[in-house]
Each structure stands twice: as C-alpha cells, then as structure tokens.
C-alpha cells in the first residue's frame, strides 16, 4: 500500500508542477500566442501586396502591348504602369523593413524584384558604348539564363526586377519617348544580321515575366500571415506607411546614374 500512496503523491505533485495554481483572485497567466495579428495590419498587409501582385500583372500585360505596337504612346503608358508598381512595391517593402523580414525573392543578398544599383551597359546601348550589353551578344536570351545571370559575377548585373525594366522603357538620358520606341521597331532584314530591336523586345518581356512571377509569392497566403504577424509584434499598427514620402526610393536608372562603370561584358 506505501508504494501505490507514493505513486499518488508523485503524480499529484507532477499534476501541480504543470498547472500552477494562482492566487486567489489573480486571473490566469496567458500563453502567448505568436500567430495573432491586428486586424488592421492584417488589411494593410493584404492591401499593399494585392497592389504589387495587380499592378505588376498589369505592368506586363501593358508592356506586351507596347513590344507587339512600339510607339510613344505605348511606351509612354507602361512608363506610367511601371511608376504605380514601383511605388506600390516601395510602400511594401517598407512593412518588410519595420517588420524585421525579408521578402520571399530576397536571398544570399540577391533581389530579383528591387535589386539596386544596376549597371545600365550591361543590359543595353548607353552613351560612348554603342554596341553594348545583352541586347548586343550573342548569349541566348532566355529564363533560365536571365534567372543564372542575375547579380551571378557582379551585384550591378542585374537581369531581373523593376530597375532593368526601368532602364530599358526610358533609356538613356536626353531620349524623348519616340527615340526610345523607335529602339523596339523593326528588326534585321538580312539572316546573317544579328536583330537587335527583336533582342531588345525579347529581353524586355523576359524582365517583365520575371518580374511578375517574382511578385507573386508576396500575395501568398502564408506569406501575407507571416508578415502581418511580424509587423504586429514589432509595431503598432497606426504607424504603417501609406505615404509614398515615408518609402525609401532610388534615383532613376539611366546610362549616367550608377556611379559605376556603364559598358560591361558582353558586348562593347
């Protein structure tokens, strides 16, 4: 009878140390729970990233229409589509910054939606370096090798995101917006020539399509969970940004404009 008293006992003691009882009319300790979000950061959250998935869709959608007509107007619109993704993705990225988080496409340092600074002659033609960039080689222009290429030898060699888009719809500075569509018209006549409007359409819808599916992670569910429950730890709720003044933003992309040197390999 002692050893099944002392079996009661212990249990009764384990029982104790895993339910703590409390004083008399203090209320029970809560269990934090990590997974609760406010509502409103919760909206925010699914507001802005909606915005950035939306409007990069449409960014695409307008630049094929613009690579399947080139001309000013055409330009000019996915100009001015370009300008409202970016601006609704600066105001996300924003959240990310306060929350703690890293966005999903960013990894090992490497950004395929907001990469910064970009080498312009890289990619294309800029001042004194005619012949320059991808649009100029002889590299096949396709997702896999945009997806390799991307930041691969250089952080300035940058084949996704918004700022090789950028660069390719405004082109170099002093460009009007017919000298920049006129870029995209036409294409070799000859075989042997290589095309270099037609490369540079390609190269521009490959951006864009990477771009878009580079965005579409951020309106995941889970994701959207995870940083609506970050934000609520980290901040409160009435601080969120919806001001484009409280978004950080680089200058312009243009042959002039990232400090380093502007014609790279391949291509000169």
Known sequence: MKWQLRATLLSALALSACNPTTEPGQAPLPIPDKTVTNSETTTWVSRHSQAVCDSTAELHQ??????DTPTADTLGTSQQIWTQAHNHYRLLATGY???????????DDRDTV?????IPGYLDQVPGYPHSGL???EVPLTPDFLTTEHQSTDFGYLTQGFHPLEFM???NPGESLEDQAQKFVGGAEDPDTMDIPGRRRDLTRLISNL?????????????QSRLSAALTSAHSPGGLPDDLSQAPHEPPVTGE????????????
């Open 169 to 171: 719809l405004w082109g």
């Open 257 to 268: 404009s990232s400090g380093v040197a502007e014609s790279e390999e391949p291509g000169q």
């Open 97 to 107: 910054r306060l929350a703690g988080l890293l966005p999903p496409h960013v990894t």
């Open 62 to 67: 307008a630049l094929t229409g613009f690579l």
């Open 211 to 223: 771009l878009k599916r580079s965005a579409e992670p951020l309106c995941a569910a889970a994701e």
């Open 114 to 118: 907001d990469g910064w600074p970009l």
């Open 135 to 137: 649009v100029y080689s």
